[in-house]
């Protein structure tokens, strides 16, 4: 069983989310086998294979990372996870291509922010360098497709983070303003995501509910 995550940006959270992963599959797998765990016959497991793709810049990151090390110091502890660590390398096999190819849209959405022009300008580019030619030039429009559909989603969960920190916000400073002990001046350095006018109404809701 290989379990294989790509991330941009370097954390060894990525530990657990493997963790998590690898016991959800093991648990699809064993009813897709038909083979129950409960019982005394010993259930047959596949051996585990974790990988890490990494398409940020190596540095002096590590080639492999464990649970036992990252979060207990090296102790010795009942459950480990290791996991191999994939880097841009000198090779032309797929998976470096694929790194190259974030490292490329990484630059463009740096340039055009997260439009279709980065979308486009990263397979132009990439073409160009015979990076993923021959896949890019067959599924241009489907890849186009698939990375807005994720820009939307993203743009969705930023407004979502957004909106609860702006109605925490809120929260904050009607609790302030209700205390009566600060100016809206001074709330104003304490909330800083919320301007002096929509502490004005704030305050104003807040006098009409008393």
């Known amino acids: 069983m290989i379990l294989v995550e790509a991330q941009s940006t370097w954390t060894v959270n990525i530990l657990v989310r493997i963790l998590l992963y690898l016991a959800q599959s093991y648990h699809e797998y064993f009813q897709r086998t038909s083979q129950d765990y409960y019982k005394s016959k010993k259930v047959k497991m596949p051996k585990p294979e974790l990988y890490v793709i990494f398409t940020g810049n190596k540095g002096r990151k590590p080639d492999k990372i464990s649970l036992s090390k990252e979060f207990f110091e090296g102790a010795d502890i009942d459950i480990e996870v290791k996991a191999k660590v994939i880097y841009e390398s000198d090779t032309d096999d797929i998976i470096n ?108 809701e807040v006098m009409q509910l008393a």
């Not at 790194?99 to 279709?116: D, L, P, R, S, W």
């Not at 073409?127 to 497709?145: F, G, P, S």
């Open 97 to 204: 291509q694929y790194i190259i190819f974030c490292k490329v849209f990484n630059e463009q959405t740096k340039q055009h922010g997260m439009t279709q022009k980065a979308v486009t300008e990263t397979i132009r580019i990439c073409k160009d360098r015979n990076v993923l030619r021959e896949y890019l030039a067959q599924r241009e429009k489907e890849v186009v497709t698939i990375m807005m559909s994720l820009f939307d989603e993203e743009q969705i969960m930023k407004s979502f983070i957004r909106s609860e920190r702006h109605d925490e916000a809120r929260e904050t400073a009607e609790r302030m303003i209700k205390m009566g002990k600060l100016s809206l001046d001074e709330i104003a350095l304490c909330v800083p995501s919320l301007s002096l006018d929509e502490l004005k109404e704030l305050e104003a």
